[in-house]
């Protein structure tokens, strides 16, 4: 058992540039951290943050929707992302279509379940002679590459934590953004992505998934739904992405990346390693920085004073309104 595990909830949005640079931060961090302290552990959770939720599908092109967000200083912008994506092995290309990105949400949020279920798997007691099986993949020296439908879903060599469907099915959704040109309000894209990263056993089951604006109170809404139950987890899926943006607003973010860690300190924009680092330092260090046993993992949400500048962008609802 670890000594100490990291809770980071990550609010990012699918279709903004600064989250994939965020999230390639956070990882180096991680497994600089990790390498240091070995007895510590990282659980990341990703949560739904629209940008634009009125927006389009397959509306507009990727460089037009970062000329209308920072107008006059987008060259600025584009060269910026161009310098830190390569410190993190990204090459961002701009060309391609893009949109509204509620279904990408629910994609992920497919993957998060699936998780949750793995684990009550695993955490059940086994028939004597049989031992637990996990889904969950720990990172090692080198990639693992699995190709389907033409399209490739890698792991990061570079975690030392465990990767989940939901980080799997992050990390392919930003490269096949960003690197290769998808469209990820594409529903026929979305459907072979889940595929590719093993969510569904074939596109017509993603194609079914995605379209699916089941209403909470509706019984049968869960078993139209990849994957077993029929709780309220499993329904309103469109509903869900939006609350979740909601409640992110209502905690006072107004820009992705932005993070919640131990359910306790928020931080704000992309922010580097060694941002990172003071912050996992201080966290550990207090030990009070657990999350609160009532309510959820935001209820203990306070300490402004410890939300570091924010130095290395973000992209804000607020500059501009797409549609």
């Given at each position: 058992m670890a000594e100490f595990t990291f809770e980071i909830e990550v609010y990012s949005d699918t279709i903004c540039p600064w989250c994939y640079i965020g999230k390639k931060t956070l990882e180096k961090a991680i497994a600089t951290y990790t390498a240091q302290h070995p007895a510590v552990d990282f659980k990341l959770t990703w949560k739904p943050f629209m940008l634009w939720p009125t927006a389009k599908t397959s509306a507009y092109q990727k460089g037009a929707i970062l000329h209308a967000i920072y107008g006059p200083r987008a060259p600025v912008m584009f060269e910026r992302l161009a310098r830190l994506g390569a410190l993190h092995g990204i090459d961002f290309r701009w060309e391609g279509k893009s949109g509204n990105s509620r279904d990408s949400h629910k994609l992920i949020l497919l993957a998060m379940e699936q998780d949750d279920?793995?684990?009550?798997?695993s955490s059940s007691p086994s028939p004597p002679g049989l031992e637990p099986t996990s889904t969950t993949a720990t990172a090692t020296t080198t990639a693992t590459t699995t190709t389907t439908n033409n399209s490739t879903a890698t792991t990061n060599p570079l975690l030392t934590y465990k990767q989940t469907k939901q980080e799997r099915t992050i990390a392919h959704l930003f490269a096949s953004a960003f690197?290769?040109?998808?469209?990820?309000?594409?529903?026929?894209?979305?459907?072979?992505?889940?595929?590719?990263?093993?969510?569904?056993?074939?596109?017509?089951?993603?194609?079914?998934?995605?379209?699916?604006?089941?209403?909470?109170?509706?019984?049968?809404?869960?078993?139209r739904q990849p994957g077993s139950g029929t709780g309220p987890a499993r329904r309103g899926l469109a509903k869900r992405v939006d609350e979740s943006s909601a409640r992110a607003r209502q905690i006072g973010m107004t820009a992705v990346p932005s993070y919640v860690v131990q359910g306790r300190w928020q931080v704000g924009g992309m922010q580097g390693e060694d941002v990172w680092l003071r912050i996992f330092e201080k966290v550990r260090a207090t030990k009070s920085g657990k999350k609160n046993e009532e309510g959820s993992s935001l209820d203990g949400l306070t300490t402004r004073e410890e939300q570091p500048t924010v130095t290395n962008g973000g992209m804000q609802k607020e500059s501009t309104e797409i549609r």
């Open positions: 279920d793995d684990t009550r798997s690197e290769q040109g998808q469209d990820l309000s594409s529903r026929a894209f979305l459907a072979r992505a889940a595929v590719t990263l093993g969510l569904v056993g074939s596109e017509e089951e993603a194609l079914a998934y995605l379209e699916q604006q089941a209403d909470e109170e509706d019984p049968e809404a869960g078993r």
